[in-house]
């Protein structure tokens, strides 16, 4: 018989209330602060970009990010889907169906008190419930760690320019790795100035179809200086960075060096027979914040 060590300490008992409040103070924070590492991507695009009309145009989205701090006003309009990552460590107690009451709750309650534009509508009748919640959304995305009583809540809203920026193409083996090259390469000039860029481009290699999705989602959402687990994955994205920003797209597709800040994997195990290679594109304004449940309190950061 196989047993299984458990923790001395008392289970870290995740109080919804907390994280309703949580959920709405990550959405506003999330929709008015830009994370550092974006700041420091636009630093980087700036000093190397060599054309005059895309350092003008990074001057004006520069300039943006520290009004918005300044005047604690919203870095776009488009206050996006909102997605909430949930990372949920060992030794937790809390009730799912009250996880995901709480987090809509402060989802409504941020669109109506910050406000914020609800961008989130009924896909046939278009209704808008001015929530910016609706049939499964927020959409929350659930994992586990083996990180003992802490539980993390991201919290990242995406806009509907990026979100347009949306492919999958399902290769097959005898495809190989050009064909994946071909198709994240083609896929950026065909979005172009549309997505809103410098962007981060996700890519998703494997997995199912709709797992290959979420992957390159994964992937556009994560922070800038980050690198994919897999080697070979990690390998591709510095291939991939260097072909996209050879494109000439620019700041706002205007023309330039800057296309991307970075071009991100992720990879998933997939079928004998079958390669899926999925886009997903986040605009310059690539924002996120997240807090940090432990028993020592909440931490709030990005």
Known sequence: MTHVSRPNAEPLRI???????AAKLLYIRA??????????GFARLDADETDGTAKAILATMIENIGVAERMDNLLCQDTGIPIFNVLIGRNIAL???????????????????????????????RKNEHTSCGER????????????????LEMIPKGSGSENGSFLQMLIPADG?????????D????????????????????????????????????????????AEGAK???????????????????????????????TAATHITMNPVA?????????????TFTPDGIVVGF
């Open 279 to 291: 886009v997903n594109i986040q605009c310059h304004s690539a924002r996120r914040a997240s807090a």
């Open 187 to 230: 896929r950026v000039m065909q979005a172009g100035g549309k997505v809103c860029p410098p962007t981060i481009v996700g890519v998703g290699i494997g997995g199912t179809s709709d797992l290959c999705m979420h992957l390159a989602k994964m992937a556009a959402t994560r922070p800038l200086g980050s690198r994919c687990a897999d």
């Open 31 to 40: 929709c008015k602060i830009l994370p550092d590492d974006i700041k420091q």
């Open 15 to 21: 109080d919804p209330g907390a994280v309703e409040e």
């Open 137 to 152: 959304v927020p959409v929350i995305n659930i994992d586990f760690t083996d990180r003992d009583r802490e539980l993390r």
């Open 236 to 266: 591709l994205e510095a291939e991939l960075s260097d072909a996209v920003n050879g494109l000439g797209i620019g700041p706002q597709g205007l023309g330039g060096d800057g296309t991307s800040f970075a071009v991100h994997v992720e």
């Open 177 to 185: 790795l050009a064909a994946v090259k071909r198709f994240v390469v």
């Open 95 to 125: 009730d799912g169906w009250d996880l995901k009451a709480a987090i809509a709750r402060g989802t409504a309650r941020a669109t109506r008190e910050a406000p914020l534009r609800s961008s989130v509508v009924h896909p046939i009748t």
